[in-house]
């Protein structure tokens, strides 16, 4: 009796959870986005709190010679292959 009890109740409890559920409802957070003004000031301590990044220069950039070399053979009917990090360059023409 106490088994049919409270697999009743689980299957009551299963069946009206949908019906308590409420439309979820999109609120910016950031104030350039229509957020509420009064974040402002936190987002900004935030911002700062977590440092200045990494300052974009000479030291800090990646290294594209790759990427220069193969894009400069674009349209010249060959490809350039990098196996191991050499680039080597193949003939696509017949």
């Known amino acids: 009796m106490t088994s049919k009890f409270l697999l009743a109740a689980a299957a009551l409890v299963i069946l009206t959870a949908p019906s308590l559920a409420t439309e979820q409802i999109y609120r910016p957070?950031?104030?350039?986005?229509?957020?509420?003004?009064?974040?402002?000031?936190?987002?900004?301590?935030?911002?700062?709190a977590q440092g200045m990044g990494t300052k974009s220069g000479?030291?800090?950039?990646?290294?594209?010679?790759?990427?220069?070399?193969?894009?400069?053979?674009?349209?010249?009917?060959?490809?350039?292959?990098?196996?191991?990090?050499?680039?080597?360059?193949?003939?696509?023409s017949p």
């Open 29 to 48: 957070v950031s104030p350039t986005f229509n957020g509420n003004p009064l974040n402002g000031n936190f987002l900004l301590s935030t911002a700062q």
């Open 58 to 92: 000479s030291n800090n950039t990646p290294d594209l010679s790759g990427l220069s070399s193969a894009l400069s053979n674009i349209g010249s009917g060959s490809s350039v292959i990098v196996i191991g990090g050499t680039p080597t360059t193949a003939s696509t």
